[in-house]
């Protein structure tokens, strides 16, 4: 029997528990990392923890609704045994009435062919870094390898355990400006707060690189089992010309080379994104996300997302 619980009812040892021996564990369902990301999240539980499924819930103009938090990425279903399309359609249909919009990225093990119209298809792209750093750059693109010998022409430095917080003014201060970044004070802070977590848990990785000893670009990347997400970026865009990511990127592969890690780029629906991504040798590849409403004018928006974004 799948139940619905309130935040408050959910057993936090037994939760994790689930999550830990589930076949897709991720820290992003983490008790914690969740309450961090979506304090008031609810979730659906399948007889005694057998499977769950974590739903950050919000309420704006009188609409209940559920969502993916910024900065934290795959969800869906957790379980120890495989999941079929038959338990993801009955979890989708236990999801209660009065949540009026879903929008939930869901990790890349849901199967969705019995939901299939009330999702869409996303792209990310990722890296094998158990091979050696020459095997890595020989997938390079001939602009990627440019830009990096550009780099190098300067007096750049790469350092790790560059600070959480300068990072992330980096983001604010530059493309954070820009009108289509809908972060509010409350989201960064947020960032914060889960960054500091995972560095507790050991699964963060706070890498930068500066000019004149001053930080010009940075990377958080956050380890998840075998996989490690480029989880969040920003750079000085005075400092364009200097091809900082590029650098960074380059020698954080170098220094994770012949490790069994996947290196993911966490999502790049951008074109120009994307290219960067694809010049470093990543592969693409798809996962879903769950956009259904109970509502007209949702259901319209669904619609028209699923038009710019189809397989």
């Known amino acids: 029997m799948i139940r619905f619980l309130k935040h408050s009812e959910i057993d936090k040892d037994r939760w994790n528990l689930t999550i830990q021996k589930s076949l897709n564990t991720t820290i992003f369902a983490d008790f914690d990392f ?22 950050p819930v919000r309420r704006k103009f009188s609409i209940n609704y559920i969502y993916n938090p910024f900065f934290s990425n795959r969800l869906g279903i957790f379980s120890k ?9 009955e979890f ?6 009065r949540f009026r919009q879903v929008d939930l990225i869901l990790n890349r093990q849901i199967p969705t062919q019995l939901i299939e119209d ?13 091979r050696s750093h020459e095997e890595i750059s020989q997938g390079y ?5 440019r830009n990096i010998k550009s780099a190098q022409k300067y007096c750049l430095e790469y350092i790790e355990g560059a600070s959480v917080r300068d990072i992330i003014r980096l983001f604010q201060n530059n493309k954070g400006k ?6 509010k004070p409350k989201d960064y802070l947020a960032l914060m707060k889960m960054s500091h977590y995972a560095s507790r848990k050991g699964l963060l990785e706070s890498v930068g690189v500066t000019f004149e000893g001053k930080l010009i670009a940075g990377a958080l990347f956050l380890r998840d089992n075998q996989r490690i997400w480029f989880w969040f970026s920003g750079r000085d865009n005075k400092h364009a010309d200097k091809k900082t990511m ?16 996947e290196l993911d780029f966490n999502g790049s629906m951008n074109e120009n994104v994307a290219r960067l991504y694809k010049g470093f040798g990543g592969i693409a590849y798809h996962y879903k996300m769950i956009i259904s409403s109970r509502d007209i004018y949702f259901a319209q928006l669904m619609k028209l997302y699923k038009s710019i974004f189809r397989n």
């Open 34 to 55: 969740l309450s961090i990301s979506s304090p008031n999240w609810c979730a659906l539980v399948e007889d005694d923890y057998k499977s769950v499924m974590p739903l």
């Open 81 to 89: 045994e495989i999941i079929s399309d038959v338990k993801v359609k």
């Open 92 to 97: 989708f249909d236990h999801i209660p009435s």
């Open 118 to 130: 009330k999702t869409i298809s996303l792209i990310s792209h990722s890296l094998n870094l158990n």
């Open 141 to 145: 693109s001939q602009n990627t390898t």
């Open 178 to 183: 820009q009108s289509h970044v809908n972060y």
């Open 246 to 261: 590029f650098l960074l990127l380059n020698e954080y592969i170098l220094r994770h080379c012949e490790t069994p890690l």
